[in-house]
C-alpha cells in the first residue's frame, strides 16, 4: 500500500448532518463552508428579500419553499484535512434518500432544536446510525431563542436517542441572556456577539474558578456557570474516544449556526476525533480502504443536475484504492468495462472535473441510463456492496399523461427519476395501469413539479386507495402461479419486472399471508 494512499485516507472525513425540518441543518452546513473559505458569503435561508439562497439546496423546487429534498454533496479543506459534507434532507417524505445516505459516509452530526428537542424524524434516523454503529456527535442550535434547559436536553437525548451523551461545551443561560459557551474540550470561554457573519471571540481559561470569568460573565452567571459544570463532572463520564468510535457516546455541542456561534468548537474537535474512511462489508468480503485495487458503489442518482444538459449523474462513493479518470473500471452488474471522462466533484452546483479520487470522496459520474442505485465498480474483482434498500411505500396513486402529445417525455421523465429512487414505480397486471408509490405527500407534488420544468410533461394523479405493496416469491412455481391468478386484480410488477402484491387494507394482507403458506412476503426489496 502506498504512503500516498494512506496519508490521503487519514485526512478523509465524510459525514452527513441529519435532523428534523427546520432544526436549523442546512444553516449548519453553510457555516461549515464558510470555515473551510468554501463559500464566503452565507446566503441568508429563510430570507425572500433576499434572493441569495443557501448554497446547499440548489433545486428550482428548494429555492421556492426553503427546504431541501435531494441529498447534496460538498467538499472541502480544512486545517489539512478533507472534509466531505453530505446535507440531507430533512422532510420525512425524503427519509428514503437520507437512509441511503447514510450507508455512504463515516460518521454523523445531529442537529436539535433547543426548543422543540428529539422530534420523532430523528430518532428514525438514530435508529439507522445504531444499526450500523455509525458515531455521532450533536449539535443543539438555536441557544439564542427561549429554550429547555439544558441538562433536561441531555437527559431527554439519552432517552430517547437510546445513546450515551457527554457535553464538550456547556451555555452561559438561554435566549436572550445567552451569553456564550465554555468550552470544557477545550477549556476557553468563549462570549457571544449576535452576529451573523462574524466569528465570536476565544479567551483561553485554564480552569472555570479563575476570577475572569465573573469579569466576563457577571458573578451570578459565573457561579451558576461553575455549580453546572460541577455538576457535570458528577454526573456524565469524562469523553472517551474510543467509545465514541464504537457509537457508545455522542460528544454534545451547543450553538446557534445562524449567528455562527458554537460551530468552529464544533468543527476543531470533529476533525480531530472523527473517523477517517472504515471498512465497507461486502457480500463476498470485507473491502479495506487501503487496498490497492479500486471499488466504489452508487448511493445516488441525481437527474438534471445541469437544466440545459437532460443529463443523469450517479454519486459513486469511494470505498477502497483510488479512483482515476479515463481509466476502464468493470461495472459488476453489466460485466462491462466503462472508462469516464469527466468525473466530477462537488461544491453544491458547481462541478468540476476530478482526475483522481480516494477512499471517502464522493464522485459524480454522467449517467446515460447505465447505473442503478446499489451498482458496485471495481478495478476487475467481482464484488457486490450491500445494505442499500428499497422500502415498501406508503401512499399510492396513478399517474396519468395529462397531454396526449408528450407521452414521451412523460415517459423519460418517469423512467429517469424513478431510476433516482424519488419513488417507485409499479405497473398494474389487471389493467396496465402505472401506479407511482412514495413515502409522503410532497413527493407527488415534487415529481409533478419536475416532470413539467425539467420533461416538459404534464401528468395528473388520480386517487387509489392502497395499503401496502409488498414484494412476493415463493420456492414452489405452482403456488406462485395458484396465488397470482387469484389475487390478479391487486397484482403488479416493479421496474425490475419482479412480483408485486398490492393489498389494500391490512386484513387483505394478513388473510393472503394465511391463506398461501408458501409465499414469502417481502417489505423492502433486497431480498
Known amino acids: 500500500m502506498s504512503e500516498e494512499l494512506k496519508k490521503e485516507i487519514e485526512k478523509r472525513r465524510t459525514f452527513a448532518i441529519i435532523s428534523h425540518p427546520d432544526a436549523g441543518k442546512t444553516t449548519l452546513t453553510e457555516k461549515l463552508l464558510l470555515f473551510g473559505g468554501a463559500i464566503h458569503v452565507a446566503g441568508a435561508v429563510?430570507?425572500?428579500?433576499?434572493?441569495?439562497?443557501?448554497?446547499?439546496?440548489?433545486?428550482?423546487?428548494?429555492?421556492?419553499?426553503?427546504?431541501?429534498?435531494?441529498?447534496?454533496?460538498?467538499g472541502f479543506e480544512y486545517d489539512g484535512y478533507k472534509i466531505n459534507i453530505l446535507d440531507t434532507p430533512g422532510h420525512q417524505d425524503f427519509a428514503e434518500d437520507t437512509f441511503r445516505?447514510?450507508?455512504?459516509?463515516?460518521?454523523?452530526?445531529?442537529?436539535?432544536?433547543?426548543?422543540?428537542?428529539?422530534?420523532?424524524?430523528?430518532?428514525?434516523?438514530?435508529?439507522?446510525?445504531?444499526?450500523?454503529?455509525?458515531?455521532?456527535?450533536?449539535?443543539?442550535?438555536?441557544?439564542?431563542?427561549?429554550?429547555?434547559?439544558?441538562?433536561?436536553?441531555?437527559?431527554?437525548?439519552e432517552n430517547e436517542l437510546k445513546i450515551k451523551v457527554v457535553p464538550l461545551t456547556w451555555p452561559i443561560n438561554i435566549g436572550a441572556?445567552?451569553?456564550?459557551?465554555?468550552?470544557?474540550?477545550?477549556?476557553?470561554?468563549?462570549?457571544f456577539t449576535p452576529s451573523k457573519q462574524t466569528i465570536s471571540e476565544?479567551?483561553?481559561?485554564?480552569?472555570?474558578?479563575?476570577?475572569v470569568v465573573d469579569e466576563l460573565v457577571g458573578h451570578a452567571d459565573a457561579e451558576k456557570l461553575r455549580e453546572d459544570i460541577e455538576l457535570i463532572d458528577g454526573v456524565y463520564p469524562e469523553f472517551n474516544v474510543e467509545?465514541?468510535?464504537?457509537?457508545?457516546?455522542?460528544?454534545?455541542f451547543f450553538g446557534s449556526a445562524l449567528n455562527t456561534f458554537g460551530v468552529k468548537e464544533l468543527l476543531n474537535c470533529f476533525v480531530k476525533i472523527a473517523p477517517s474512511p472504515k471498512p465497507v462489508v461486502a457480500e463476498e468480503r470485507t473491502i479495506n480502504p487501503d487496498e490497492e485495487g479500486f471499488s466504489g458503489f452508487v448511493f445516488k442518482i441525481h437527474a438534471n443536475m445541469d437544466p440545459n444538459h437532460r443529463s443523469c449523474i450517479a454519486f459513486v462513493k469511494v470505498c477502497s484504492g483510488k479512483f482515476e479518470r479515463n481509466v476502464g473500471?468493470?461495472?459488476?452488474?453489466s460485466d462491462k468495462v466503462m472508462k469516464f471522462a469527466a468525473p466530477t466533484a462537488f461544491m453544491a452546483q458547481k462541478k468540476s472535473v476530478v482526475e483522481e479520487a480516494f477512499p471517502g470522496d464522493i464522485v459524480g459520474i454522467p449517467d446515460t441510463g447505465n447505473f442503478k442505485i446499489g451498482d458496485t465498480l471495481t478495478s476487475g474483482e467481482n464484488i457486490h456492496f450491500k445494505g442499500l434498500p428499497s422500502f415498501s411505500p406508503e401512499m399510492f396513486k396513478y399517474i396519468?399523461?395529462?397531454?396526449?402529445?408528450?407521452?414521451?417525455?412523460?415517459?423519460?421523465?418517469?423512467?429517469?427519476?424513478?431510476?433516482?429512487?424519488?419513488?417507485?414505480?409499479?405497473?398494474?397486471?389487471?389493467?396496465?395501469?402505472?401506479?407511482?408509490?412514495?413515502?409522503?405527500?410532497?413527493?407527488?407534488?415534487?415529481?409533478?413539479?419536475?416532470?413539467?420544468?425539467?420533461?416538459?410533461?404534464?401528468?395528473?394523479?388520480?386517487?387509489?386507495?392502497?395499503?401496502?405493496?409488498?414484494?412476493?416469491?415463493?420456492?414452489?412455481?405452482?403456488?406462485?402461479?395458484?396465488f397470482k391468478k387469484r389475487k390478479h386484480q391487486f397484482m403488479a410488477t416493479d421496474k425490475e419486472g419482479r412480483d408485486v402484491f398490492m393489498a389494500d387494507s391490512n386484513y387483505v394482507?394478513?388473510?393472503?399471508?394465511t391463506d398461501f403458506p408458501k409465499i414469502k412476503f417481502h417489505f423492502s426489496s433486497e431480498f
Open 46 to 74: 429563510k430570507s425572500n428579500k433576499i434572493k441569495k439562497t443557501a448554497t446547499s439546496d440548489w433545486m428550482e423546487i428548494e429555492k421556492q419553499r426553503g427546504i431541501s429534498v435531494a441529498t447534496s454533496v460538498m
Open 101 to 157: 445516505t447514510l450507508t455512504a459516509v463515516d460518521s454523523v452530526i445531529i442537529v436539535v432544536d433547543v426548543a422543540k428537542g428529539v422530534e420523532t424524524q430523528t430518532r428514525r434516523l438514530m435508529e439507522v446510525c445504531r444499526m450500523r454503529n455509525t458515531p455521532v456527535i450533536i449539535f443543539v442550535n438555536k441557544l439564542d431563542r427561549e429554550g429547555r434547559d439544558p441538562f433536561d436536553i441531555l437527559d431527554e437525548l
Open 177 to 191: 441572556k445567552f451569553k456564550g459557551v465554555y468550552n470544557l474540550y477545550e477549556h476557553g470561554l468563549d462570549l
Open 202 to 211: 476565544r479567551v483561553e481559561i485554564d480552569d472555570v474558578n479563575n476570577p
Open 243 to 252: 467509545e465514541y468510535l464504537e457509537g457508545k457516546v455522542a460528544p454534545v
Open 329 to 333: 473500471y468493470k461495472h459488476v452488474r
Open 400 to 482: 396519468e399523461n395529462a397531454d396526449p402529445m408528450k407521452a414521451k417525455q412523460l415517459d423519460k421523465g418517469i423512467k429517469q427519476l424513478m431510476d433516482e429512487g424519488v419513488a417507485q414505480l409499479f405497473t398494474s397486471s389487471f389493467n396496465g395501469r402505472k401506479i407511482i408509490g412514495t413515502v409522503g405527500q410532497l413527493q407527488f407534488e415534487v415529481i409533478q413539479y419536475r416532470l413539467l420544468h425539467e420533461y416538459g410533461a404534464q401528468c395528473r394523479w388520480e386517487p387509489m386507495s392502497m395499503y401496502k405493496a409488498c414484494w412476493i416469491e415463493s420456492d414452489d412455481p405452482a403456488a406462485l402461479d395458484a
Open 509 to 513: 394482507l394478513q388473510m393472503a399471508q
